[in-house]
């Protein structure tokens, strides 16, 4: 009787144990132990590279670590880890790891305000709160060549048919020479002041020389400055001074750093 009670509690005893390991682990490959945390490291990488994890996805996870853990077992059979390319790589890895957990604990450490981001909006806004262009023009090589178009027009030619068919700006002369409304601090200081005397409406007179050639230039409009609404462009201007947060930082650490 003892020895049917001491025997139902070793196996007892042996179960637990057996249980109590396959609840802390995915599954035992080989006798080797496979940690269930590994499904979530992975996981968490599927989701770095943008693809939503799934409730589906849980299986195919769970099949990836174990095949991994079996595969990985065959290579340390044959002596792969012992080979300088795959300790490099190690290195090389623990090193990309090590970095990304400096950067993402810097970023929770020195996030980004909404007093940052709506300041440095401000800041946009009264450097672009002046007048913007809608112009046409059109490009070419040879003062002559401008001349040339700048009489047919004013005998009638149509300045957009011309632009089409003689400019050498690609991007707007298939437009007619459109180059749509723009700030003129975006252009050339030649073709900006050229620009900015002209009325609405009205063509210059004489062509204007820049490091492009010589250009054929109309003002077809004038408006105030259309900026974008700051909840729009929130976004980008708080990823942009995160970005230049994180620049400072590792200029600040290569600063510091001594190489020799």
């Known amino acids: 009787m003892k020895k049917q009670l001491f025997s139902a509690i ?16 995915l599954a035992i490959v080989n006798g080797v132990a496979v940690p269930k945390e590994r499904v979530e490291a992975l996981a968490q990488q599927v989701a770095r590279s943008g693809r939503p994890v799934t409730p589906e996805m849980q299986g195919q996870l769970r099949d990836e670590i174990i095949a991994r853990e079996i ?20 290195e090389l890895t623990k090193q990309s790891i090590l970095i990304r957990e400096l950067f993402t604990e810097f970023q929770k450490k020195n996030p980004v305000s909404d007093a940052d981001v709506k300041a440095e909006y401000d800041r946009f806004a009264a450097a672009n709160s002046s007048k913007e262009y809608k112009a046409r023009h059109i490009l070419v090589e040879k003062e002559a060549e401008a001349l040339d178009i ?21 991007g707007s002369g298939a437009k007619g020479g459109d180059l749509d409304w723009a700030n003129p601090g975006n252009y050339v200081k030649e073709f900006s002041e050229a620009l900015t005397g002209l ?62």
């Not at 990985?72 to 300088?84: F, I, M, N, V, Y």
């Not at 047919?152 to 690609?170: M, Q």
């Not at 909840?231 to 190489?259: C, F, G, H, N, T």
């Open 10 to 25: 070793a196996i007892a005893a042996t179960l637990g144990a057996s249980g109590a390991v396959f609840a802390q682990n």
């Open 150 to 170: 700048i009489a047919k027009v004013k005998k009638g030619a149509k300045f957009e048919d011309l632009a089409k068919k003689l400019s050498k700006d690609p």
């Open 71 to 90: 595969f990985a077992q065959e290579a340390r059979k044959q002596g792969l880890d012992a080979t300088d390319d795959y300790k490099n790589q190690i």
């Open 199 to 260: 009325q609405k409406g009205k063509m210059t007179d004489a062509p204007v020389k820049s490091q492009f050639g010589f250009h054929v230039i109309r003002l077809d409009d004038v408006r105030d400055a259309q900026l974008p609404k700051f909840e729009d462009v929130k976004p980008q201007i708080s990823q942009q001074l995160l970005q230049q947060k994180m620049a400072k930082y590792q200029d600040e650490l290569r600063a510091k750093a001594k190489v020799e």
